[in-house]
């Protein structure tokens, strides 16, 4: 039986599977066989069984149920699983804390694939909301594993030192997260008109991505406004927060905002940007815990080593003179400490919080006046009075993508 091989009945065939690795059993003899008999696997353990205490306290144990041994053998081999998609939710959650508790997603090489296995098949149950505020260290050393959440509604990025050219990025206006972001905070970040720019081009020039975002935070970055019209491709933003920016408040602000994006200022704060309920929730909660506490434990040198060559990394193809200069300015924002606002000096700043009013109505909460417009949303006459155009309904976003500006056309050039 060592040399048979093994089958699989699969969608109603049968057919054999070949190259089969499975995990190697701790305690196999090794006078018996070299390897893992393939017909053998699930050899005698202790984590098989239950061990229990009697009124006598005498030992006892009792065998776990196959299922619950499958689970574990399951688990420890789940990077070689193909896929999860169709098995039940109940059986999901339980494989993933199994994996879980068997540390599988603090291993570097296991940890991006089966984090891919569990959101290919569960979505947003995996994850769907990330709060990552104020915590670069753990952005830039899990990143690959990051990536792999692609169902998330909610991502929390405010001051993790993104600038203007974060691998991140790429992964924002990817076609798996364009059908589920809703709400993005990219604060604090060193983010110029160039980094937003760069963000928005494949939605843009490509129509690719951010599809379904409604919630944007920008804030806390030098932004100017005249980065505003890069915005103008997401279809459905209503709500959108630029305080702390170089952007300065005035009836120009307001207009500008209306015309482009159709948002008007909020006097109040809008609960959207209230970051007290920021939190990570789905299966990969306590995953996401267990990376920084993994990486609290780090030794402080290591850590830093490797944060400054993730950092410098993208310095080595530039000219010498510039790269040295582009170092130094690099290993300056590293060393210097994250931006956290605090509630006194949030009250104090400047807020600018934008949104969308309702259809139908005006920036001061009224209906629009019924003499200018007909029921089309058209205008009767040329020749008649125009309206104010704060009391016009949002203008549509621009739709076309064969007019391409001077910024946008340098930007082609570097792909």
């Known amino acids: 039986m060592d040399a048979s091989g093994v089958y699989v009945r699969e969608r109603g065939k049968l057919h054999r599977v070949s190259d089969i690795v499975l995990k190697p059993v701790v305690g196999f003899s090794s006078s018996s066989s070299s390897t893992c008999r393939r017909t053998n696997p699930l050899v005698l353990r202790k984590e098989h069984f239950v061990f229990t205490y009697n009124a006598e306290g005498s030992l006892r144990y009792s065998s776990k149920s196959l299922f619950d041994i499958a689970l574990l053998f399951v688990a420890g081999n789940v990077q070689h699983v193909d896929s ?92 798996s997260l364009a059908s589920c972001l809703i709400q993005l905070f990219i604060g604090g970040n060193g983010l110029s008109d160039a980094g937003l720019q760069r963000l928005t081009a494949p939605v843009r020039m490509m129509r690719k991505g951010l599809d379904c975002l409604q919630c944007l935070d920008v804030s806390h970055n030098p932004l100017s406004e005249r ?44 609960d959207a940007f209230d970051h007290s309920e920021c939190k990570t929730q789905g299966w990969a909660e306590q995953v996401v815990n267990q990376w920084e506490t993994n990486g609290a434990q780090m030794p402080k040198q290591k850590k830093l080593d490797e944060s400054r060559i993730s950092a410098l990394r993208f310095c080595t193809c530039l000219p010498g003179a510039f790269r040295v200069g582009r170092q130094k300015f690099v290993q300056e924002v590293l060393n210097a400490a994250p ?77």
Not at 104 to 129: C, H, I, N, Q, T
Not at 253 to 268: A, F
Request: hydrophobic share 35%; net charge positive; charged share 30%.
């Open 227 to 270: 980065a505003l019209r890069y915005l103008k491709c997401l279809p459905k933003l209503d709500k959108l927060d630029v305080s702390g920016t170089s952007v300065k408040f005035g009836s120009r602000l307001k207009l500008s905002m209306w015309e482009l994006l159709g948002l008007t200022y909020s006097e109040n704060a809008l």
């Open 84 to 175: 999860l998609v169709g098995f039940p939710e109940q059986i999901g959650d339980r494989l993933f804390a199994a994996a879980e508790e068997n540390r599988v997603f603090l291993k570097p090489d296991v940890s991006p694939r089966a984090l891919r296995l569990f959101s290919d098949a569960y979505g947003e149950m995996v994850l769907g909301s990330l709060c990552l505020r104020n915590r670069f260290p753990l952005l830039s050393e899990r990143i690959a594993d990051i990536k792999t959440f692609h169902s998330l509604k909610r991502l929390d990025l405010f001051g993790c030192r993104l600038g203007d050219n974060h691998e991140i990025f790429q992964h924002l206006t990817s076609a």
């Open 339 to 415: 931006l956290c606002r605090n509630r006194d000096a949030t009250a104090e700043e400047q807020r600018l919080h934008f949104y969308k009013p309702p259809a139908g109505s005006t920036t001061d909460g009224t209906t629009p006046d019924r003499t200018c417009w007909n029921a089309s949303g058209k205008r009767k006459q040329p020749s008649e009075k125009r309206s104010d155009r704060s009391t016009a309904s949002p203008p549509m976003k621009r739709a076309s993508l064969s007019v391409f500006n001077a910024d946008d056309m340098d930007l082609l050039d570097q792909y």
